[in-house]
T-cell receptor
C-alpha cells in the first residue's frame, strides 16, 4: 500500500535554532518527492522537488535530502525564523501518473 | 502572473444543502485537481481534470463531483451536505500533471452547520 508518513507530528523550536523534519514513503515506483509549506489558512507552497537521482536540493534556508534506497527524505531548516511557523507537507508522485500521495504534515512552531 | 484563484474563500451551509466551489487555474495550466483538508485526515485527493476530462478520482462518495470547462476553469459540487464535509477545499493547477508540479490556491473554507 502506498503511504507517506511524516514525523514528528508537531515541533516547537526557538527562533534561530535548526530543525529537521522526516518523511518516509512506500510509494513505488517513484517519480519525485516535494516538500510544501502551508501557512495557516493558505494553500501549500512548493519548497523543493527532487527526482529519483537527486540527493540534496536547497532553497534558501531549506535543504531537502532524499535517500531513494531507504525511501526516506528530510527537510532541514537552518536558523529558523518566526515566519517558518507553518505545516510542512511531503508529497510523493509515482511514475504511473496516478494521484499523488500526501503525508499528514509536520506542524512547526517557532517561538521567540 | 496570477496564481490559482478559488472562490468563495469562506462558506457556511446547512446540512442537506448543496454547494459549488470554483477554481480558476494559472493561465496555460490545463490540469486541475481538488483536495479536501481536515485536521484529522490531512490532505486527501478528490479528483483531477485535464482538458475537461476526469483523469483520476479519490475515494469519496458520489455526492462529490466536479467538472472542468474549456477555459480550464473548474467547479466542484457537493450535494446533500453533511457535518463531516466541513473542511478546507483546495484546488491546484499544473502545466504537466506527471511531474507533481502543482500550484495551490488559498482554498475555500466550508463550514456545514
Amino acid at each position: 500500500k502506498n503511504q507517506v508518513e511524516q514525523s514528528p507530528q508537531s515541533l516547537i523550536i526557538l527562533e534561530g535554532k535548526n530543525c529537521t523534519l522526516q518523511c518516509n514513503y512506500t510509494v513505488s515506483p517513484f517519480s519525485n518527492l516535494r516538500w510544501y509549506k502551508q501557512d495557516t489558512g493558505r494553500g501549500p507552497v512548493s519548497l523543493t522537488i527532487m527526482t529519483f537521482s537527486e540527493n540534496t536540493k536547497s532553497n534558501g534556508r531549506y535543504t531537502a535530502t532524499l535517500d531513494a534506497d531507504t525511501k526516506q527524505s528530510s527537510l532541514h531548516i537552518t536558523a529558523s525564523q518566526l515566519s517558518d511557523s507553518a505545516s510542512y507537507i511531503c508529497v510523493v508522485s509515482p511514475t504511473s501518473g496516478d494521484q499523488f500521495y500526501f503525508g499528514t504534515g509536520t506542524s512547526l512552531t517557532v517561538i521567540p | 502572473k496570477a496564481g490559482v484563484t478559488q472562490t468563495p474563500r469562506y462558506l457556511i451551509k446547512t446540512r442537506g444543502q448543496q454547494v459549488t466551489l470554483s477554481c480558476s487555474p494559472i493561465s496555460g495550466h490545463r490540469s486541475v485537481s481538488w483536495y479536501q483538508q481536515t485536521p484529522g485526515q490531512g490532505l486527501q485527493f478528490l479528483f483531477e481534470y485535464f482538458s475537461e476530462t476526469q483523469r483520476n478520482k479519490g475515494n469519496f462518495p458520489g455526492r462529490f463531483s466536479g467538472r472542468q470547462f474549456s477555459n480550464s476553469r473548474s467547479e466542484m459540487n457537493v450535494s446533500t451536505l453533511e457535518l463531516g464535509d466541513s473542511a478546507l477545499y483546495l484546488c491546484a493547477s499544473s502545466l504537466d500533471p506527471l511531474d507533481g508540479g502543482y500550484t495551490f490556491g488559498s482554498g475555500t473554507r466550508l463550514t456545514v452547520v
